[in-house]
DNA sequence: AATATACTAGTAATAGTTATCATTAAGGAG
DNA sequence: CTCCTTAATGATAACTATTACTAGTATATT
């Protein structure tokens, strides 16, 4: 893997992030920096930091990937209204059953997505005023 | 809403699997009683069925929606190399937190999703004879 | 400096899903 | 049962997110 600037620069400036970007989100903030990049070079990179452990890419509801600066695992919470995607405390660890001696099964368990879904505080206080 | 034998058939079909159909499978079984049915209105009904509650769709990893004919809260496990998606055992439940106390949110919690990926039994087989 | 090749920009292609619209048929009223 | 309103359908186009392709460029190794 080659250090190229492309990808640097799309490595920073997802680390400004605190939520969970999307591809094209992160492809017209990294344009100011770089205005001949391209969406395919986007893609290919956050791809690769990602299959490399530096980033982490989401795939939850809604229709668009999403990422995320931060590699560790953690929960998250979904805003079915507005699409924002939230962190939950990383220290908030739910202890998750060995489905495998649960079933019987010999699957290979890689990991595991937990997210909670519904109105996030802002759109639940707009909903409230309707 | 009204009783269309398109519904009514896709819904019979839906309920014949125990597995998670994509909504293009769903439509290439469905075809075989009903030759002349749309894509359009098996993605249709599909929505409709799931939005009044009869069935589950589910928008897990991987790029297609999976639709569930059973609309209870459960767990599933999904393939990364077959993309199958299994059912955990609807008795399997894990005491989620309140993540409102824990973050003093104002969250409306409408529902999570619990996923665990990996190999699937019959995968991690094979990839031992590799 | 020369070289091999991973990476890029630009663009085309693909896949999944949704929208449009003229036509059909549920199902309630009379 | 017949008429009527309108939800639903089939056919197709449009859309969106993502991936593939390719000639040219830039990285990093020799
Ligand atoms: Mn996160
Ligand atoms: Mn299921
Ligand atoms: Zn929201
Ligand atoms: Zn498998």
Chains 1, 2 share one sequence.
Do not use: W
Not at 28 to 54: A, D, F, H, M, Q
Not at 114 to 121: H, I
Request: proline share 5%; aromatic share 6%.
């Amino acid at each position: 893997m080659r250090n190229t600037e492309q990808k640097s620069v799309i490595l920073e400036v997802l680390q400004t992030h605190k939520d969970h970007p999307t591809a094209d989100q992160l492809y017209s903030e990294v344009r100011e920096r770089l205005p001949k990049i391209s969406l395919g070079t986007v893609y290919r990179n956050l791809e690769k930091l990602s299959s490399s452990g530096v980033i982490m890419k989401l795939e939850l509801g809604g229709n668009q990937k999403r990422f995320d600066p931060n590699p560790m695992d953690h929960y998250h919470f979904r805003c079915i209204t507005c699409s924002s995607i939230e962190d939950l405390p990383q220290d908030l660890k739910v202890d998750l059953p060995d489905i495998n001696s649960e079933t019987r099964s010999n699957r290979v368990i890689l990991g595991t997505t937990l997210e909670y879904y519904g109105y996030c505080e802002e759109c639940a206080a707009n909903k409230i005023l309707n």
